[in-house]
Each structure stands twice: as C-alpha cells, then as structure tokens.
C-alpha cells in the first residue's frame, strides 16, 4: 500500500471531500486524524473508517481557533506519534451579496476559515515535519480561487489566497522535504452544494456551466488527493491541479 505507515491530519474531515479523502488514504494503508467542528460526521466518519479495519481519530474544534489548532495537532502526535501528511480542506462559502454588502463578520467567516486556517493548521504542523525531515500538504482551492464569481467575491479570494499560499510554502521549505500542492475542483456534489442541486433549474444552469454536463464527485478529487500526498509525485511541489469539467476553459 501507498501510505502504509504514514499519519494524515485532515481537516473538514466529517463529510464530502475531506470524507472522501479520509476513505482514500485509510484505504493505502494511512491512518488518520479528523480534525472539524460538527462533532458527529466526524464520529461518524471514523468509526466507518475502524469498521473497515482502518485507524481514525475524531478531534473536534475550529480552524479559525488557535488553540482548538494546536490541541489538534498536539493530540494526534499524541495517539499516532508523528504527523506525514496534511490535508487542508476545512472550508465556508458566502454566495449572494456583492461586496459592498458584505460585512467585516463576512469575512471573518470565510477568510478566516479557508486560508487563515488552512496557514493556522500549516504553521502548527510544519515544526513537526522539520523534525521528521519532510512532509506533504494538500491544500483544497477552488476554481473560485483562479476565476471570478459574482456574488462570491469573499470565497473567491479566499481560495485565490490558498493557491498563492500553496507555492509560498512549497518554495519556503524545499529543502526541508516538505512538499506543498493545490487541488482546485469546480462545483462537487457535496452537502455544500445540496441546496442548489436540489432546485432543478439552478442544478440545469450548474451542470450546464460545466463542459463535461456534469458536476465532480468527492472521490474524484480524493483520488486526486491521493496521488499528491504519495510517492508518485515525490519532484511535485508548488502544482496547481484543476479539476473542473473543462469549466474554467470557457
């Protein structure tokens, strides 16, 4: 197996993509920490994972807190010994009001849960990955971080802020071992999305929107995961994979 072995810190872990990359590691031999805060997709998530016969921890808390960040990482160096592998995919969106409408607790919300998290989490593990001479991140954009979106401008800068994020890190540690890449998918059918997809019209205007006529699913953009954090890509740093339908070719 791919990741026998190796401990993956996996934030928005409980549901969707973080779900759905959880399966994929534990699957090549990882083991894994759940790291979120609605407590019981994460129970959830986890003991799906032992009952297949994987590890999996549930550690509830904030991205967005510094304290909950650091008892997260504290604690899964604690029941794993070590952390390899970091996948930053906790994340909110804000669809609807332009900028001008949106407040300073908007963006709080969002940037301070998508990219000052995903650098909170990062900052608190990468100490470790010195200590262990190298380490993988992950972190989950979008195409709302390469394109724009009315009404998104919030979320849009905060995935934007992530790519840019992923090849600062990638450069800074290099020599360290430590190896940073981006995923980027456009629309996933994920609890995010149900609200939309439940509406025909708008689910017709969101496939419609995308070459392909038809949206992602979590275990398409888990496998992508997957292929980054291992071996495979061992000369990949600093990459930005899209994955999106043909959408941002329009």
């Not at 993509?17 to 994929?24: E, H, N, T």
């Not at 920490?33 to 999996?56: D, H, N, W, Y």
Request: hydrophobic share 40%; net charge neutral; charged share 20%.
């Amino acid at each position: 197996m791919k990741l026998e072995g190796k401990v993956a810190l996996i934030t928005g872990g409980g549901s969707g993509i973080g779900k759905a990359a959880a399966l994929a590691l534990v699957r090549e031999g990882a083991k894994v920490a759940l790291f979120g805060r609605r407590a019981e997709p994460l129970r959830a998530t986890a003991e799906e994972i032992r009952k297949s016969g994987g590890e999996a921890s549930p550690i509830t808390g904030s991205v967005a807190n510094d304290k909950d960040v650091i008892n997260a990482v504290d604690k899964t160096v604690e029941i794993y010994g070590k952390i390899d592998i970091l996948i930053n995919n906790a994340g909110v969106g804000l669809v609807g009001p332009l900028l001008h409408q949106t407040t300073n607790d908007d963006w709080k919300l969002i940037v301070g849960t998508n990219l000052e998290g995903a650098y909170r989490v990062t900052r608190a593990v990468i100490p470790h990955f010195l200590h262990n001479n190298g380490g993988v991140i992950v972190n989950v954009s979008s195409t709302a971080g390469m394109i724009g979106l009315p009404g998104a401008s919030l979320y849009c800068i905060s995935k934007a802020g992530m790519i840019h994020f992923t090849k600062t890190v990638a450069l800074e540690y290099a020599k360290q071992g430590i190896r940073a890449n981006c995923v980027c998918p456009a629309a996933v059918d994920t609890d995010f999305l149900a609200p939309l997809i439940s509406d025909e019209k708008a689910k017709e205007w969101l496939y419609s929107i995308h070459p392909m006529g038809r949206i992602g699913k979590p275990e398409e953009v888990a496998k992508a995961i997957l292929y980054l954090v291992s071996d495979d890509t061992a000369w990949v740093t600093g990459s930005v994979l899209t994955m999106d339908g043909g959408q941002t070719l329009q």
